[in-house]
């Protein structure tokens, strides 16, 4: 069993930054590729980045140059580090782990993005 848990989530203006991160319960996190996803009211759950086992990272288009992934494995933890925040940003933040069949996900963490 793997459990994960999101923070960093919050209230912020347009044009401000706030970093995700996603702890995992255990020692084998190295192995494992990793995700950000995002759902807002209305829309479907997507894909805004993700990053292998090897390091290998990919964005969503509407994300690309403000936000950044990464993982600390040391510390059994992944970042989401957004800058230049936009109002449609705004949503419920998702971690996701997966190694082969073994697929996990996070609780959630809020986004609200707002002037």
């Known amino acids: 069993q793997v459990q994960l848990v999101e923070s960093g989530g919050g209230l912020v203006q347009p044009g401000g930054s706030l970093r995700l991160s996603c702890a995992a319960s255990r020692s084998i996190f190295s192995i494992y590729d990793m995700g950000w996803y995002r759902q807002a009211p209305g829309k479907q759950r997507e894909l805004v980045a993700g990053?292998?086992?090897?390091?290998?990272?990919n964005y969503a288009d509407s994300v690309k140059g403000r936000f950044t992934i990464s993982r600390d494995n040391a510390k059994n933890t992944s970042y989401l580090k957004m800058n230049t925040l936009k109002p449609e940003d705004t949503a419920v933040y998702y971690c996701?782990?997966?190694?082969?069949?073994?697929?996990?996900w996070g609780q959630g963490t809020q986004v609200t993005v707002s002037s």
């Open positions: 996701n782990l997966r190694r082969g069949s073994d697929v996990y």
């Open positions: 990053i292998s086992s090897g390091g290998t990272t």
